[in-house]
Antibody
Framework: QVTLRESGPALVKPTQTLTLTCTFS??????????VSWIRQPPGKALEWLAL???????RYSPSLKTRLTISRDTSKNQVVLTMTNMDPVDTATYYC????????????WGQGTLVAVSS | ETVLTQSPATLSLSPGERATLSCRAS??????LAWYQQKPGQAPRLLIY???NRATGIPARFSGSGSGTDFTLTISSLEPEDFAVYYC???????????FGPGTKVDIK
């Protein structure tokens, strides 16, 4: 049974760095083809893909946010971590992690999401 | 970057009616399109992948079609639990970059 769960602060101040952790089970990120992505959704708005890390440790980023994002993994803990620098109120959103695979063009399992507000 | 456009923005229908949702891509994406359903306070749920394949556990009233730039999600007969927002999504082959459409809200008429 595949599950993913996001964790992190509910509130950050402008200019701070956000760190979110995705803890997953039911698959291994060292299995060939496995990938985990971060996706966010501002309140009442559409989904936006942020970043992906794959079974080889390769990283991919949204071109519009690339300079602010870092994705990493801890395979021993089955965790994927996203950091986003220089947070702004427009970054207020629910942040999801989701699984995909190298040969798949979709996300088959999602976490429940974590809401992050950016406010002073 | 491939842009996805969804129409209509809102679809107001009654239970039992047929829903037809459209997703248009700004360039040819072959069949690499997925559809998701999202209810308030919940994560998106995968409905359809590769344009026409139902995901595990998805009822047969959901069907997808299309290829290239024009895609359709059809709900043959709306059940009360189908009133939600629906997103389409595509992925650039390599490097993998994903984009979502703006969504279509299906609400009760």
């Amino acid at each position: 049974q595949v599950t993913l769960r996001e964790s992190g602060p509910a509130l950050v101040k402008p200019t701070q760095t956000l760190t979110l952790t995705c803890t997953f089970s039911g698959f291994s990120l060292t299995t060939s083809g496995m990938c985990v992505s971060w996706i966010r959704q501002p309140p009442g708005k559409a989904l936006e893909w942020l970043a992906l890390i794959d079974w080889d440790g390769d990283e991919r980023y949204s071109p519009s946010l690339k300079t602010r994002l870092t994705i990493s993994r801890d395979t021993s803990k089955n965790q994927v971590v996203l950091t986003m620098t220089n947070m702004d109120p427009v970054d207020t959103a629910t942040y999801y992690c989701a699984r995909t695979r190298a040969m798949a063009y979709y996300f088959d399992y999602w976490g429940q999401g974590t809401l992050v507000a950016v406010s002073s | 970057e491939t842009v996805l456009t969804q129409s209509p923005a809102t679809l107001s229908l009654s239970p039992g009616e047929r829903a037809t949702l459209s997703c248009r891509a700004s360039q040819n994406i072959r069949s690499h399109l997925a559809w998701y359903q999202q209810k308030p306070g919940q994560a998106p749920r995968l409905l359809i992948y590769e344009a026409s394949n139902r995901a595990t556990g998805i009822p047969a009233r959901f069907s997808g079609s299309g290829s290239g730039t024009d895609f359709t999600l059809t709900i043959s007969s709306l059940e009360p639990e189908d009133f939600a927002v629906y997103y389409c999504q595509q992925r650039k082959n390599w490097p993998p970059l994903f984009t979502f459409g703006p969504g279509t809200k299906v609400d009760i008429k």
